[in-house]
């Protein structure tokens, strides 16, 4: 069985996400979607809401298959977390190549510290390669549609967290 690790912020997770997500799952048995709980970040969501966010999405609204995916949170290095699921591949998402130097960087680091656990890049679906957590933030606090961008559960969480 083939498991890879997805780790991200996932502040809030997005169909940018999804895709990446659900292109995985074409290619891994089992893949972790891992969200970070790094102190020098300053999240909008808290760990524990990213995690229920992450699960009602995929497992919810999604119906996704949860014996495929399993979500966690992780403070370690990402090594070591696809250590400790024997998982051979560490997924990231590619937007644009803005994206490239950094991830291309981060994945060099990974293979030195571990060479047996290789980096895959997949893009999301065109239509949904502009879609940042970020602006998805900025639209939901000025008050924008975001419906196009995120699953219900995270335009109701964003919704309930601005008001």
Known sequence: MSTAVYPGTFDPITYGHIDVIKKSLKIFDKLIVA???????????????????????????LKFDKKKIKVVSFSNLTIELCKS???????????????FEYEFQLAGMNKKLNSKIETMFL????????????????IAYLGGNIDRFVTKYVA????????
Not at 45 to 53: K, P, Q
Not at 86 to 93: K, S
Request: aromatic residues 10%; hydrophobic residues 35%; glycine residues 2%.
């Open 156 to 163: 109701k969480k964003l919704k309930n967290k601005y008001l």
């Open 123 to 138: 893009m999301s679906n065109i239509e949904n390669q502009i879609i940042s957590s970020k602006f998805v933030k900025e």
């Open 35 to 61: 969200t970070t709980d790094n102190t020098d970040k300053n999240y909008f969501f808290s760990i524990e809401d990213r995690l229920d966010i992450i699960n009602n999405s995929l497992f919810k609204d």
């Open 85 to 99: 699921f024997n998982a051979t591949a560490i997924v990231r998402g590619l937007r644009a190549v803005s994206d």
